[in-house]
């Protein structure tokens, strides 16, 4: 049987790709103890460097990579010497050591040329515009995109391109100019998100199914809500750092190409922070049903009666009976237990006795009744002139005194629609601020970004909430408000001063 054609599509393309997985931890000389360990260490080197140059560390110098080596050794518990640390830092550098130091070579079959070719390639290059800005002498390195292909392909086979690691090298590319990279990698953020929230869709499927669950890796849920707020407050910022860069960056260029693609840039942001809220809520809502499930499994669990302790050491034991007869009405039914009526199998056999349907009635009972039209309901539309109305003097009190609390008993309650008190409810998540300058025209998703539009409408002064303050809604603990619809939560508003 011949070999099919499709394996040589595009083959020269993956083996180049795999070509500095092959070829990794190759050209130095390895003792024999640190054989089965040794790439592991170079490895987690390369990671560590990523994420230096990540961040804009610029401890990242020869001197850098054999202390590197020194602390993943010590973390890992290999124990090694001055020679074969040096070796390490050689290695990722290089092929070969001293005056022989060369990039890494390998070879791979071309079917375009039907030849095999040679490649050369580095883990590691220099970083100029970090030793610029360092202002020494001494080489700060970074990786190549050979070093940054493995990365990348060890993060997608182990399913760990998170969405921090995605924003940290979108970051990058933004304050180098690179609009172009940075938009390719703004859509590998938002599938991230998306990629997590699906996670979160099928957790709360899980605990539905099984909500024991919960219980048996109680220890790792809380670990996990820690690490998942710790996350979502630094994802929060690098969508902050993007926004204010772009901001910057569009200020100091009159290039209208580069204009269009900011403009383009900061919408793709506004996508991603969008997609970065829902993910908050579905993670909002998986920690509620955990806290209600823990609370009514532990009540269920805690319901476990006992005859012995909760009725006869309790009750009969040390109370006694009030009845004589009652000692024996706890017994009887335990020794002669009474047993449910039978019905006798001749009453199937019985004559039964049927009255007669009147002829009329009997027409009408056959009749097939036709199902009823279902009609789908239409969605009332929100009626925000209205709404915008009775927030108004809410916004104008808070914007004339930011430090003051604006309650709302204080805001005439008879008069508000249900529509307008359930905004309060949806700014209550908590503190809201628009990441963007607000836009006259974009049609936005959040209802809490409509209001706004709507006030700026009515008074463009008040564009100073959105471009200076944050909203925070909370409760002020007081009795309930009641109006003629509805009875609520008496909310208060404060402006926040942004960061």
């Not at 202002?135 to 391109?161: N, P, T």
């Not at 008040?462 to 002020?476: A, C, G, L, S």
């Amino acid at each position: 049987m011949a070999i099919y054609e499709e394996i040589f599509e595009r083959y020269h393309e993956r083996k180049m790709t795999l070509n500095p997985c092959f070829q990794f931890g190759t050209g130095i000389q390895v003792p024999t103890e640190f054989s089965k360990v040794y790439k592991d260490i170079l490895f987690l080197m390369l990671l560590e460097i990523f994420y230096r140059e990540l961040r804009d560390n610029p401890e990242r110098t020869d001197r850098d990579l054999k202390e590197i080596a020194k602390e993943v050794m010590d973390k890992i518990g290999v124990q090694a010497n001055e020679d074969f640390t040096d070796r390490l830092a050689v290695a990722l550098i290089s092929s070969g050591t001293g005056q022989n130091r060369e990039p890494f070579l390998s070879s791979y079959y071309n079917e375009t040329t039907s030849s095999f070719e040679e490649e050369r390639f580095l883990y590691l290059t220099e970083d100029t515009e970090a030793m610029l800005r360092s202002k020494s002498d001494a080489q700060i390195w970074k990786l190549s995109e050979s070093g940054q292909k493995l990365i990348f392909l060890s993060l997608e086979m182990a399913d760990e391109f998170g969405i921090e690691i995605q924003q940290l090298y979108t970051l990058s590319f933004i304050r180098k100019g690179n609009f172009q990279k940075a938009l390719g990698n703004l859509d590998h953020v938002k599938a991230a998100v998306r990629a997590k929230a699906t996670q979160e869709r099928d957790y709360a499927k899980r605990m539905r199914r099984d909500p024991r669950s919960i219980f048996s890796k109680e220890k790792d849920q809380m670990e996990r809500r820690k690490s998942l707020q710790e996350q979502f407050q630094e994802q929060k910022k690098l969508f902050y750092d993007m926004d204010n860069i772009l901001h910057e960056k569009l200020k100091d260029t009159t290039d209208p190409k580069i204009i269009r693609d900011i403009e383009y840039l900061k919408e793709k942001v506004d996508e991603c922070v969008g997609e970065h809220s829902k993910l908050t809520e579905l993670v909002v809502q998986n920690y509620s049903q955990e806290i209600a499930l823990q609370r009514e499994i532990e009540r269920l669990l805690n319901y476990n009666r006992s005859f012995v302790k909760d009725i006869w050491e309790k009750h009969i034991y040390s109370e006694g009976f009030i009845f004589e007869d009652g000692f024996e009405s706890i017994l009887e039914p335990l020794f002669s237990p009474k047993q449910e009526f039978i019905y006798p199998l001749s009453w199937v056999w019985d004559e039964h006795k049927v009255g007669e349907i009147e002829s009329e009635v009997a027409a009408a009972a056959e009749e097939i009744e036709e199902p009823p039209v279902r009609k789908s309901a239409k969605r009332v539309p929100i009626d925000w002139d209205a709404i915008a109305d009775l927030w108004m003097p809410v916004f104008k009190a808070a914007l004339e005194n930011p430090q003051k609390i604006c309650a709302l008993r204080d805001f005439h309650i008879g008069e508000w629609t249900i529509d307008a008190l359930e905004m309060w409810m949806k700014f209550r998540d908590g503190e809201f601020e628009l990441k963007t300058s607000l836009s006259p025209v974009r049609k936005y998703e959040d209802d809490r970004a409509v209001l706004l539009q709507q006030i700026v409408k009515r008074d463009p002064k008040m564009i100073e909430i959105t471009n200076q303050y944050k909203i925070r809604v909370r409760t002020d603990g007081g009795e309930r408000i009641q109006n003629d619809l509805v009875s609520i939560t008496p909310f208060t508003l404060t402006l926040i001063p942004k960061e």
